[in-house]
C-alpha cells in the first residue's frame, strides 16, 4: 500500500481531504481511497458515500502526511485512475 502511495506522490495523482477525495469519488475520478487507522468511523462513512474501493492503511494521521512528504496530518487521500 506504501509503494501504492509514494507512486501516486511521484505522478502527482493523489487527492488528500475528505471533502474533495468524495467529491472525485463521485465523479469516478479515483482508483482506490486509503483512510488512516486513526479515522475508523470516517471510513465507514466514505464506504457508504462513495462506491470505490476503500482501504485502511497501518499508519496514523500523522504517519501518513509524513509518508506523502506533507507538513499535516492525512487523514483520507484518493489515488486517481
Known sequence: MQKRIESGLKEKKLIIGYKKVLAAARKGQLDL????????????????????KTEGIDLTS???GILCKKAFNIAVLGVKK
Open 33 to 52: 481511497i486509503v483512510v488512516s487507522k486513526t479515522s475508523g468511523l470516517l471510513k465507514d462513512k466514505i464506504e457508504k458515500l462513495a462506491s470505490v
Open 62 to 64: 500523522k504517519e501518513l
